[in-house]
């Protein structure tokens, strides 16, 4: 599995601003906080940047596109005229009926951090296809492409909230375990601390196949081992 996260805006580019804060900024600190967090699992995980750089929409489409990831997801913060607006947004792409799925997701894990969930929803154009272009030029059929819009730097409650450090790791983390659930990612460190004893009883007869070790074991199946062991030892 492979997820890439797309930092928005950077460099000369700053986002949305408002209330003393710079999307890219936060943008920043959130999608990293995300690759550390998803760094824990079975999955290779790229960011378009890692620093205050610019990059043209030509450069984040080539970096995806040859990474080739099962998932790209656009890290952004809103902005609005209307200072009254707030909450988190999700956009998904409206071939897929699944990554709804994820978008809602994201907005129930956001929700539950105090992130009021405005909407998810996908927007398209004149020809019928998505209007955003991280998602009409990365999505096929095997990259899905979600953005997220982690609440309004114009709205005031929002923004005290995005002022916090530790806020953007709760969102970084509201992001990363509704991922792990969608792409069914597994931790690093519990893959298989089994897989030595499993070959050994395996190679010596004992059982048939190799076994994933969190599977139950029936009664007839722990006698039938103990019975081969038996016949091993002579007994
Ligand atoms: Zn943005």
Request: hydrophobic share 40%.
């Amino acid at each position: 599995m492979k997820v890439m996260i797309d930092i928005g805006h950077g460099g000369s580019d700053p986002g949305a601003g408002g209330n003393g804060l710079i999307e890219k900024d936060i943008n920043l600190q959130v999608g990293l906080h995300l690759r550390e967090y998803l760094n824990a699992y079975d999955v290779e995980v790229r960011t378009t940047r890692e620093t205050d750089i610019t990059l043209s929409s030509d450069e984040r489409v080539a970096l995806v596109q040859s990474f080739d990831p099962n998932l790209c997801i656009s890290v952004h913060h809103n902005a609005a005229s209307a200072s009254e607006a707030r909450g988190a947004e999700v956009i998904h792409a409206h071939y897929d009926q699944y990554d709804d799925k994820l978008a809602n997701a994201i907005l129930d894990n956001m929700e539950a951090i105090g992130m009021p969930r405005r909407k998810s929803f996908t927007r398209l154009n004149s020809r019928g296809d998505d209007w955003y272009f991280m998602i009409r030029r990365i999505w096929d059929n095997n990259t899905d492409a979600i953005i997220t819009e982690g609440g309004f730097v114009t709205n005031q409650a929002d923004a005290d909230l995005l002022r916090r450090k530790e806020f953007l790791l709760s969102e970084a983390k509201a992001i990363g375990t509704a991922v792990v659930e969608y792409l069914g990612l597994k931790p690093k460190d519990s893959s298989n601390w089994w897989d030595e004893a499993m070959k050994r009883i395996n190679e010596e007869g004992l059982i048939e196949n190799i076994h994933d070790g969190r599977d139950a074991v029936t009664w007839a199946e722990f006698a039938t081992v103990m019975s081969r062991l038996l016949d091993k030892l002579k007994i």
